[in-house]
């Protein structure tokens, strides 16, 4: 899982779903039977209410298209029933009777989506399609529950550093908040982990969490995604649409690249966090909703404050809280654990996992990783890969620029104490896996105190713990290896 925040991707959907289709509009429901089907889609018409949630318990779907007002039992019992007997149903109501409230109500109850009729085909299935995938960041967010209640602390929201650990620290005293809070640290550091760690260890955690890269849609859809519209609020908007603060009702908003936001929806989200409440485009009357906003960047807000491109005001809403997410290069101790991690996760299921020798880690740890914890996964990846049948990854199968400059570069382009700084990690962080993290052992290799190897560790960011915990999985690996058939 990457930390980069956005939207579900459509284009992510399997195909063909299996769609149950429910509406007592004869015309309507082979409309949409029809069209669906066309698209290479199961479809399974009926025309009440208590007929859809027989079919749903007699037959296996992917998801239900349910009109909102029909005989037997409406939309809001189907839904109801459906999600009794599916944990996680996912339903998208349709009605010509649409309203904010309804569509409010709706969402309240575990729909997870709402159109209005007349809609164009087309649309019914983008809808269809973003469900699916929100329902996918659904199951993603209670798999990454698992990881962060768990032993490991979550991927990349590990280690033993002082720097994590105060992070961690953070976090805990945050469980019980629904204060709003502003994430930053560079690219690739994990600050939409650190975000949906924050919602899974809030009371909202069972509600939905829905993030935004406001960065990767242009400044026309940013508010419409946000707020929702109306039918005619601009062109193309043929139909009511509810946005992700309507989706995200008693959940969390994750807001992410917010520094790219355009500064006319700054100042909706800046009204928004004021007065709990929004206008959808082309609308009139306000919506209030119970949200959390958690926004994150990797940029100066300050100076975008200063040079008028950052709305000061909304700055100071979301700067309730503020977390620093730490880049890897102050964490380096933390390195061997994030690479076994990553090891485990590629190793294919019921095969030891690789290992890392201990020059080759001792590079890892060295490297100042300009990418953080994204660039480190991607590398170990990479290793992988090319390493083939191999069990163990060795410095050949580094990046060069991990591996290190060669005597003669480092010579052209190091001075003594940048040489010697690097050489030193990579001699001490092989050392400590050699010698399984014990200190004693690897100060009388080294031929000198504990103490003094003590506080040279320090210097150079190495860990004797994250050695340890290193070693150890290495270990269980080589028992699995020696074990396997």
């Not at 983008?126 to 032993?151: C, D, I, S």
């Not at 009371?203 to 935004?212: G, I, K, M, S, Y």
């Not at 419409?224 to 062109?235: D, I, K, N």
Request: glycine share 8%; proline share 5%; with cysteine.
């Amino acid at each position: 899982m990457t930390d980069d925040a956005r939207v579900a991707d459509p284009t992510k959907t399997p195909a063909p779903l299996a769609i149950l289709v429910a509406d007592d509009e004869e015309s309507m429901r082979h409309f949409v039977q029809r069209g669906l089907s066309r698209l290479g889609h199961r479809v399974t018409a009926v025309g009440d209410g208590q007929a859809a949630i027989a079919a749903w318990q007699q037959q296996r779907f992917d998801l239900a298209v349910v009109d909102l007002m029909m005989p037997l039992a409406d939309g809001l019992q189907v839904l109801r029933a459906l999600r009794e007997h599916t944990e996680g149903a996912v339903v998208v109501l349709m009605t010509a009777h649409g309203t904010v409230a309804t569509a409010v109500q709706a969402m309240q109850q575990g729909a997870a989506d709402f159109v209005t009729k007349p809609f164009a085909l087309d649309e019914l299935h983008l809808r269809l399609q973003k469900a699916l995938g929100e329902r996918g960041l659904q199951q993603e967010n209670q798999q990454l529950r698992t990881l962060v209640h768990g032993p490991d602390g979550g991927a990349g929201l590990c280690g033993q550093s002082q720097a994590m650990q105060t992070l961690l620290g953070q976090l805990e005293r945050l469980s019980g908040s629904s204060a709003t809070v502003l994430l930053t640290g560079e690219s690739g550091t994990g600050k939409g982990l650190v975000a949906k760690a924050l919602h899974l260890g809030s009371t909202r955690r069972e509600q939905p969490f829905v993030a935004l890269n406001c960065a990767a849609l242009p400044d026309t859809l940013v508010e419409s995604e946000l707020f929702g519209h109306e039918p005619g609020a601009f062109t193309g908007a043929r139909a009511q649409k509810a946005g992700l603060l309507h989706r995200a009702h008693r959940g969390t908003v994750f807001l992410d690249e917010i520094a790219d936001m355009s500064l006319p929806a700054q100042a909706k989200i800046e009204r928004f966090l004021t007065e709990k409440e929004f206008v959808p485009l082309g609308g009139s009357q306000p919506v209030q909703v119970d949200v959390r906003v958690v926004a994150a960047t990797n940029r100066d807000l300050p100076e975008l404050v200063r040079q008028g491109r950052f709305r000061a005001e909304l700055l100071w809403r979301l700067d309730v809280v503020h977390l620093v997410v730490p880049p890897l290069r102050e964490r380096r101790e933390d390195v061997p654990i994030l690479a076994a991690q990553a090891l485990r996760r590629l190793s294919p299921k019921g095969r030891p996992a690789t290992t890392i020798e201990p020059a080759a880690l001792g590079a890892l740890c060295a490297y100042d990783w300009p990418g953080n914890v994204r660039e480190l996964e991607n590398v170990v990846e990479r290793m992988v890969v090319l390493a083939g049948d191999r069990r163990q990854l060795t410095v050949a199968d580094l990046p060069p620029e991990v591996r290190g400059p060669s005597a003669d570069e480092a010579v052209q382009d190091d001075g003594y104490e940048q040489a010697r700084t690097r050489f030193d990690r990579l001699y001490f962080t092989a050392l400590l896996m050699r010698c399984g993290g014990s200190i004693t052992q690897a100060a009388k290799q080294a031929g000198m105190s504990r103490g003094h190897l003590h506080r040279r560790l320090r210097e150079l960011g190495c860990s004797a713990e994250a050695a340890r915990q290193a070693k150890a999985v290495q270990d269980l690996d080589d028992l699995d290896r020696d074990e396997a058939p």
